[in-house]
């Protein structure tokens, strides 16, 4: 081996060591290494001059070196590569040209005529006959996944290899045709058998999940028109108690308004003995409006329970675990246990939605009737009010 190919070896190792992104699982240093060792195989039996074999060599070297800087023009990257290590190496133009040629003869699609690029053209896709062809095929797709973000499924990758090595690979030399051609052989029948194989479990899959779609929906359209009801009751019943807390909001804030401005305003006037026509108005209007604000309070007033259920509870169906009243002050572990043995149990669990249902609608009858009476006091305590204030300004009118 000449100096000059042992300086390049050790330059593009180090170049692929410390520069090449380690998602290139394929296109690596050894890659490069098949490369080389298979130009060297085919230039072996081509027996061609020492010059041609270095100027090989070199090329297969660097051939992916362009990898490091951009992946989708590597050939013209690592031709740059190669004209950097080779300019103070005292290697003519015309020669490094020649080296150039080889390694942009590595492009894909790329067709010549030429001993030499057909040589590094055959060595660079060697491994489509080889007996470790999955493998390498695994490693590029992985590389594609990482850098490129393509991603196939099974059925579409072993189609695009197969389009590539029955339409899109042909080998050039007389030495890889004979050796190489037989082991492509065998790959691309490992590939159609691979396919045949998918293709098979995918059609046995389809037929799995139409028949257990077919069994399901006969089985499980009446439970979804149940779980259907139950959610859009429940939405109902949330919706009511949500309508309900802002009326009891909404009348809070009016009455605790009204307070402030009486408290702020009216009862400061009540100590001038001119003013003592206003005390029973006032203290009517005042009464009201605290009534109001109590059944306000206590239309959206929560209700706490103990928060606990054991074992037994749960095993004689006791519990409703949907509410939160009923376990919040239960470790995890033990929700979490009673919950699986609900899920596991159709009747425990619908049961279960059915009581949140009824005890929703017990709490709104609660809300709406206190709503109800709470609205009732507010609209006599204003009428009573006006008439009571109406009836003191006339009675001092008429003593005046």
């Known amino acids: ?93 015309k020669r490094i040209a020649v080296i150039s040629k080889l390694i942009l003869a590595t492009k894909m699609g ?27 095929l695994e490693l590029l797709r992985k590389e594609w996944e990482s850098t490129e973000n393509k991603k196939f ?57 139409e028949a257990l779609e077919i069994k399901q929906n006969k089985s499980e359209v009446p439970e979804r028109g149940v779980e259907t009801m139950f959610r859009v009751a429940l939405k109902n019943h949330m919706t009511l108690s949500n309508i309900a807390d802002t009326k009891a909001n909404i009348l809070l804030s009016v009455n605790a308004i009204i307070v402030s401005l009486a408290m702020s305003n009216l009862i400061p006037k009540l100590d001038k003995p001119s003013n003592s026509f206003l005390i029973i108005p006032t203290v009517i209007f005042v009464v009201f409006t605290v009534a109001s604000i109590i059944l306000s309070i206590l239309a959206t007033r929560p209700n706490v329970t103990e928060g606990k259920f054991t074992k037994v509870d749960v095993a004689n169906k006791k519990v409703n675990l949907l509410f939160f009243g009923n376990f919040h002050q239960m470790k995890l572990p033990d929700f979490e246990w009673g919950i699986q043995e609900m899920m596991q149990d159709r009747d425990y669990l619908y049961g279960s939605l059915t009581k949140d249902l009824y005890f929703l609608g017990l709490v709104l009858n609660r809300k709406y009737k206190i709503l109800r009476i709470t609205y009732t006091v507010f609209m006599i305590g204003i009428i009573v009010s006006v008439l009571a204030f109406a009836i003191s300004f006339y009675s001092l009118e008429i003593a005046v």
């Open 1 to 93: 081996m000449s100096t000059l190919i042992i300086e390049a070896e050790k330059h593009v190792f180090n170049l692929l060591n410390e520069e090449l992104d380690t998602a290139y699982v394929y296109h690596n240093i050894t890659h490069t290494q098949d490369v080389v060792a298979y130009a060297a195989e085919l230039a072996e039996d081509l027996k061609i001059d020492k010059i041609s074999k270095e100027n090989l060599q070199l090329a297969a070297l660097f051939h992916d070196t362009g990898f490091i800087k951009d992946a989708k023009n590597h050939e013209e990257e690592s031709v740059k590569i190669l004209k950097d290590f080779l300019k103070d190496k005292d290697i003519d133009e």
């Open 110 to 136: 790329y067709e010549s005529d030429d001993d030499l690029e057909q040589i590094i053209m055959d060595a660079d896709c060697a491994h489509l006959g080889s007996k470790n062809f999955e493998n390498k």
């Open 153 to 209: 499924s099974d059925t579409e990758w072993i189609a695009i290899n197969i389009d590539f090595l029955t339409k899109g690979h042909k080998y050039y030399t007389a030495y890889a045709l004979k050796n190489w051609s037989k082991g492509k052989d065998k790959n691309i029948s490992k590939l159609l058998k691979n396919q045949h194989k998918i293709k098979e479990n995918l059609a046995k899959f389809k037929q799995k999940k």
